[in-house]
């Protein structure tokens, strides 16, 4: 169960991000592959969001509903990361009407499944006002269901409190670690899913990297390594690419046979208690398939377990832990 939002879905999403950009570039027919693939393959939730190419992202998933029909899918989209200034002023009832209008058409939907506020301004997470308004676009039929998308535990947790939040999404998978202190267990309590993006900690934990792997220009992972376009979080996790390469080594070493690297990273996320789903991406279809296929896998044994967590704590904590 999707949180709040009442809604049933697999496990193992879709992050539409790269169909976007920011990934490098990825073709129209490619992307549309990616998603044909993914939901042959079971996948049941696809998100994405406005700023993702400018709409690019929003509008190829929703050629695809067109295309091939939406039964059984649920998409989610986010908005607030269009605000220019991108300061908590920004984030009015009549912004919100804007921001969903575009998103609606470029689905191609009345109403939204899934709408989640794009990683704003810490402030806003606290202001009664926010939650009023989200409420309104519900009330008036533009959205289904409500959620935000954060940097912080404390976000997290400040929005798990409001009673019609449906979902958080959150950064959690093998070298970031600390949403399964306290978020996991709070939105559990609460009834709020959980969703888990940056799962591969930006392709690190796929295990194909090195220190001399060099990324595409217009790559987040080149032009976003020290934050200087958004969150450094978003990209590799935030953990420097020396380390991260280091302990994505070690993790690789513990890939059950049968598995790849970036299955063993979806397991991991999988078993933990409270997660409704994990959104890798994909920029091929056979990537596509073989996230979804990680679902199949045995859930990790009580030594993989205690060595990946290891591997955290000797290599990654000190990078990551006391900053989101």
């Given amino acids: 169960m999707l949180g709040r939002t009442g809604r049933q879905v697999g496990v193992v999403g879709l992050g539409c991000w790269q169909l976007g950009g920011d990934w490098g570039s990825v073709g129209d027919d490619t992307a549309l592959e990616v998603l044909q693939a993914a939901v042959d393959a079971g996948v049941t939730f696809l998100d994405t969001a406005d700023v993702y190419g400018d709409g690019r992202s929003e509008r190829l998933v929703g050629r695809f509903l067109a295309e091939h029909g939406g039964a059984g899918l649920t998409v989610a989209t986010k908005m607030g990361r269009r605000a220019d200034p991108h300061v908590p002023g920004a984030y009015t009832l009549d912004a919100y009407r804007a921001w969903t209008d575009r998103s609606r058409e470029n689905l191609g939907v009345d109403t939204l499944d899934l709408v989640q506020l794009h990683c704003p301004p810490t402030p806003v997470y606290s202001r009664d006002a926010t939650y009023d308004d989200l409420d309104t676009l519900v009330a008036e039929g533009r959205i289904a269901s409500y959620g935000v998308s954060v ?88 953990v420097p690419f020396e380390v991260g390469v280091a302990a994505a080594q070690e993790v690789s070493s513990l890939t059950p046979a049968g598995a790849s690297t970036a299955q063993l990273a979806l397991r991991w996320i999988v078993d933990q208690p409270g997660v409704s789903v994990v959104i890798p991406g994909a920029r091929n279809p056979q990537q596509a398939r073989d996230n979804a296929d990680a679902a199949a896998l045995a859930p990790l044994d009580a030594e993989t377990l205690d060595a990946l967590r290891g591997v955290y704590d000797e290599l990654v904590r000190e990078h990551v832990h006391a900053r989101w």
């Fill in 151 to 238: 940097e912080t535990v404390d976000e997290a947790l400040t929005a798990i409190a409001r009673p019609h939040v449906a979902t958080v999404q959150i950064i959690l998978n093998i070298l970031r670690r600390k949403p399964l202190e306290a978020v996991l267990p709070a939105a559990a309590e609460a009834g709020v899913g959980i969703i888990a993006r940056v799962p591969l900690a930006s392709g690190l934990l796929s295990g194909k990297y090195d220190e001399h792997t060099q990324f595409a220009a217009d790559d987040h992972r080149t032009y976003n390594r020290h934050g200087e376009a958004f969150d450094v979080g978003e990209t590799f996790s935030g």
